[in-house]
């Protein structure tokens, strides 16, 4: 397996809430930037004319991410069909749930208090699972509980992760010097243009510049972290079901230009 299972500072309990939040703004403003809002609705779309569904059950949802922005895109598109968003975790922060959820009144977009592991789906609700950049933090027997649980529960399953793991090893370690302090310095950037902005967001980023640090190791780390096609095929995807599909794929832009990866799992019709 090309992967390999790096640590990344979000992942840990003990990663104060603080700096994960203000990691997850830049990230947001990154996702602005590459266009993901765009391509991840555009996979929805097509998936919508195979298989129909008017709701979105978002697993590992952490602090929100890109799917509430996207499902704001597609229901802007087409107001006849509006689809509901549920996010879901398997340890949601109750207090930001509920700030999350009085923010949201009205948008059709709902983060459940109650926990939802993505291993096991047997009582999901119904609707299409998505999982947005957070596939590559499953180790590799969680990897496959995921897909295989998807798949033995008749799941619509769409996991897209916005880069692939494509450099080998050897060049990501000999560049990572650079690749840190790239991506560190992108921080910086990215920051002013994130909302809403607090005094710590300012006060940990530039005056205690630790975020831009932490930041950039999870941002390369997740590069090698990445699931390859080979490594899905060969070691994670269950026994072929004649009831049930799998399609993996380069995501595109309008333009062309690739951005990351998806798997797709349908049940068959």
Known sequence: MKRIQLFEFEDFDWFPSTFRSTMTKIIAVLHRVMG??????????QIREKSPYSKIVDLGAGSGGIMPTVVQHLNAQSKDKPIDLLLTDLHPNQEFVKQFNQQQEGKKIFYSSDSLDASNLSKAPEGIKTMVNSFHHMPPDTARKILATAQENKQPLLIYEIAENKIPTFVWFLFLPLGLLLVAISALLFLPFAKPLNWKDILFTYLIPVV???YAWDGQASMRRMYTFDDIKNHLLP???????WEMATAQKEDGKNLGYYILGLPKT
Do not use: G, M, R
């Open 36 to 45: 993901t809002k765009e391509v991840i609705a555009n996979l929805l779309l």
């Open 212 to 214: 831009p640090l932490f």
């Open 239 to 245: 026994k072929k079901d004649d009831s049930y599909t």
